[in-house]
C-alpha cells in the first residue's frame, strides 16, 4: 500500500483545537498569516490546521517526531516503521523493513541520524535515519520487547524492557547490553535520566523502579497506581517523572534529590484504558508545560502541568489514541492510533 497523507475535516466541538483551514500556503520558514474558517489565524508551518497521514496496514503504536521536527517516524502492527515528512504533503518517504511482528515503540537517537524500535518479535533493532538500512539487531530479550528509550544526550545509550522480565542497558557502540536487572514481572515501560546513572522502569507490578547504574540494584520504588503502568517520560530539567497506568491515571514524581518519601505530587484525569489493554504512552510538551498521553475513548488529551487542568479534549481518531507525540519547535502534536492512522494538528497559541 502507499501511504499517503490529507487534509482532514473531522467534526469539531468546543473542545476541539485543531481547527479546519479554508486555505493553507506553506512559506519559507515563517509561518504564513493564513486563517481558519473561524478567523483564527495559523500557529505552524503545517500546510493545513490537521493532517491525517494514512498507508500503516495495521494499529499505529508509536510514533515521534526527528530532533530537527522535520520528520516523524511511527511503528505499527503491521511489522513496519514509516518515515513521514512532517511539512507540505507530509509523504511518506521510506518504509522500515525487517521486524517479524508489531513494532511496539519507536524513538529517534538524539543525534537524529538514527532510529531505533522495539517489537514483539523479540529484538530491539537501530536504523541509519538516511538509507532507512537496519545497523543493528539485538537479540538478547527472550520474549516481546515492549520499550525502547534512548539516553536523551551524551553516549548512544539506550534502555530497553520486556516481558522476559528484564531491563537492558545497551550501548550502541558495543555488541552486548552494558547492564540487565530483572524484576519479578514483565517490564512495560522504560526511561533514563539524562546522567545515564539510573534507569526507570514500569511494570506490571503497579510500580515505578529506579535502577542504580552503577550499583545494578533499586534506589527507589514509586508506588501509588492501582493497576499496570503502560508509559513514563523524564521532564524535560529531568526534575519529574510522568506516568501512566491502567488505573485511568496520569501521575507526576519528583525525582531531585532529598525529595519527600511521597514523592508523587500531581495527579490528573480524564483519559481512559479499556479491556484491550494497550500500552499507552505520555509525554511532556518541549517546555515542559504541558502533558498528554495516549486515550482508549479516541481522544487526545492536553492538560496544563502545573495546574493539572484539562486544557484540550480533541476528537478526530476512531480508534484507541496510543501515543501523542510534541513537535519539538512548534505548537504541533502527532497521534498515532489503533484506526491505523496518524493525525498532526496544530495547537491554538
Known sequence: MVATSKRDEPETDGNDAL?????????????????????????????????????????????????????????????????????????????????????????????????????????????????????????????????????????????????????????????????????????TCVGMSDAGDQVFTGSLDNTIKVWDLRKGSVSITLKGHSDTVTGISLSPDGSHLLSNAMDNTLRVWDMRPFAPVNRCVKLLTGHMHSFEKLLLRCTWSPDGSQITCGSSDRMVYVWDARTCVMQYKLPGHSGSVNEVAWHPSEPIVGSASSDRTIFLGELMR
Not at 41 to 58: D, F, Y
Not at 122 to 135: C, E, Y
Not at 146 to 162: I, M, W
Request: hydrophobic letters at 35%; aromatic letters at 6%.
Open 19 to 187: 481547527v479546519v483551514a479554508k486555505k493553507a500556503r506553506v512559506g519559507d520558514g515563517a509561518v504564513v498569516g493564513t486563517l481558519t474558517k473561524d478567523g483564527v489565524k495559523r500557529t505552524s508551518n503545517l500546510q493545513a490546521p490537521i493532517m491525517k497521514l494514512t498507508g500503516h496496514e495495521g494499529e499505529v503504536y508509536s510514533l515521534n517526531f526527528s530532533p530537527d521536527g522535520k520528520c516523524l517516524a511511527s511503528g505499527s502492527f503491521d511489522k513496519h516503521v514509516f518515515l513521514w515528512n512532517v511539512f507540505g504533503d507530509c509523504e511518506n518517504y521510506s518504509v522500515l523493513k525487517g521486524h517479524k511482528n508489531a513494532v511496539l515503540e519507536v524513538h529517534w537517537m538524539p543525534n537524529g541520524e538514527q532510529l531505533v524500535s522495539c517489537s514483539a518479535d523479540k529484538t530491539v533493532r537501530a536504523w541509519d535515519a538516511h538509507t532507512g538500512q537496519q545497523i543493528k539487531n539485538i537479540k538478547e530479550h527472550g520474549a516481546v520487547v515492549n520499550s525502547v528509550c534512548p539516553l536523551r544526550r551524551g553516549p548512544p545509550l539506550l534502555a530497553t524492557g520486556s516481558d522476559d522480565c528484564s531491563a537492558k542497558v545497551f550501548d550502541l557502540r558495543l555488541k552486548r547490553s552494558v547492564a540487565t536487572f530483572s524484576e519479578k514481572v514483565q517490564v
